[in-house]
């Protein structure tokens, strides 16, 4: 049985299960955090250490700014209700993505982070303003600022994930079978599941399944 330490999510289908259902793209969204609460709680039960979870990239500012609210608005809304659930459930927040949203929302999300940066049951990445090929961008040019050598060890200890290992599970929802810049460098080895479900209506016997699936996978790295 293959161990199991990371999982990371590209949740997509939002918009077209908010269409479907309610005829708007925002109670896509509104229903996807459901969605969130279950996995997370999943997550903490099947023992997994770290959860990256993509819900806003570098490309997703060229969306109408009436949608983009409406997202940093249910952000803003479920870190107020929710943070003190969060450090509760013993889980470390920390945001993946350049953190430069408004004064507020930067202040809620740092606080966020503070709070929570001693828990240990699980760490969740959320991935916010995330790309992965600014992150690979960046990391080049610490390593090089510091005078360090260019080598897998250095690009990987000066990306935004330092310190966890790289996912073994990649889930995309959606239907949908691209990586839409997302952790580039660190899924080199990963395995991945593209599933036909929309993120809102992925649920925990859909994760289970996949990490069932995933736990027999013959994994070679290169190896026979
Ligand atoms: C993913 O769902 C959530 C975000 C990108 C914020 P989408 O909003 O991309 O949903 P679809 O792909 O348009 O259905
Ligand atoms: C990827 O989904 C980003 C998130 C899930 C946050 P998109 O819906 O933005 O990806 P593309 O544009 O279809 O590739
Ligand atoms: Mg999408």
Do not use: C
């Not at 279950?38 to 250490?49: P, R, S």
């Not at 870190?79 to 507020?104: A, H, P, R, V, W």
């Amino acid at each position: 049985m293959n161990p199991l330490n990371h999982v990371a999510i590209i949740m997509d289908g939002n918009g077209r299960w908010g269409l479907k259902n309610a005829k708007s793209r925002n109670a896509g969204h509104k229903a996807g955090l459901k969605t969130v609460e279950k996995i997370i709680k999943q997550t903490i039960k099947q023992n997994i250490k770290y959860l990256t979870l993509y819900a806003f990239s570098t490309e997703n500012w060229k969306r109408p700014k009436k949608e983009i609210n409406y997202l940093f608005n249910i952000l803003k809304n479920f870190l107020t209700n929710k943070i003190g659930d969060i450090y509760n459930q013993d889980i470390k927040l920390k945001i993946i993505g350049k953190k430069n949203f408004s004064k507020e929302l930067n202040k809620l999300l740092k606080f966020s982070e503070k709070k929570t940066s001693k828990n240990k049951s699980l760490q969740i990445n959320l991935a916010l303003n995330y790309g992965s090929r600014s992150e690979i961008i960046n990391a080049i040019k610490l390593i090089t600022k510091n005078k360090e050598k260019i080598n897998k060890k250095n690009i990987s200890k000066y990306l935004q994930t330092r310190n966890i290992p790289d996912p073994e599970i990649l889930i995309r929802t959606g239907n949908t079978k691209r990586l839409s810049n997302f952790l580039l460098w660190q899924v080199a080895y990963t395995e991945i599941f593209f599933e036909k479900k929309l993120w809102p209506d992925f649920n925990e016997k859909d994760y289970i399944k996949i990490i069932k699936k995933f736990k027999k996978i013959k994994r070679n790295f290169g190896k026979i």
